[in-house]
């Protein structure tokens, strides 16, 4: 490689439950740097997931919630010969947490719930659950790399 590595920046763990992956998940939450707003926001979907479901943590089913939604595979296009083919890959480490970051926001953007807060509390709730709609993002994705499994041998 002729240019060296990029430096990865140090995300600092949130103040509430002192977690790195809570910080992720409210940057990618926030809009026009407003991250205070980001952190209530969440926070509010934590009380909420609470209130509902009094006998589990709300941490605990938002990490369940990003765990049944991280993808495994994932499908790239690549152009061979004047056919492009949708070749399944393994998704890293990182980008396997950062998709199902962002198919948790946008599906909780979508929905018809009053505020923000609770409509990020009804998708971990959904999703910890194994339904919803980022849930079906993720087996979408999957079922479209079995079916493209035929042109695995093309991967890069």
């Known amino acids: 490689m002729r240019r060296k590595k990029a430096k990865k920046i140090e995300i600092l763990p949130d103040p509430k439950f002192n977690d790195v992956q809570v910080t992720k998940f409210?940057?990618?939450l926030m809009l026009d740097g407003k991250k205070n707003t980001s952190f209530r926001i969440f926070y509010d979907a934590i009380d909420i997931v609470e209130q509902k479901l009094e006998d589990e943590k709300g941490l605990d089913v938002f990490k369940k919630a990003?765990?049944?939604i991280t993808p495994s595979v994932e499908v790239r296009s690549r152009r061979v010969g004047g056919a492009t083919f949708q070749i399944p890959t393994p998704v890293?480490?990182?980008r396997k947490q950062s998709l199902a970051m962002k198919w948790m926001i946008s599906f909780s953007r979508k929905r018809n719930e009053k505020?923000?807060?609770?409509r990020l509390a009804n998708e971990f709730i959904a999703a910890s659950k194994e339904e919803g709609g980022a849930y079906k993002k993720k087996e979408d994705t999957l079922r479209m790399a079995e079916?493209?499994?035929a042109f695995s041998h093309f991967r890069f």
């Open 26 to 28: 409210v940057n990618n």
């Open 66 to 68: 990003i765990e049944n």
């Open 115 to 118: 505020t923000m807060a609770q």
């Open 147 to 149: 079916a493209n499994k």
């Open 92 to 94: 890293r480490e990182g």
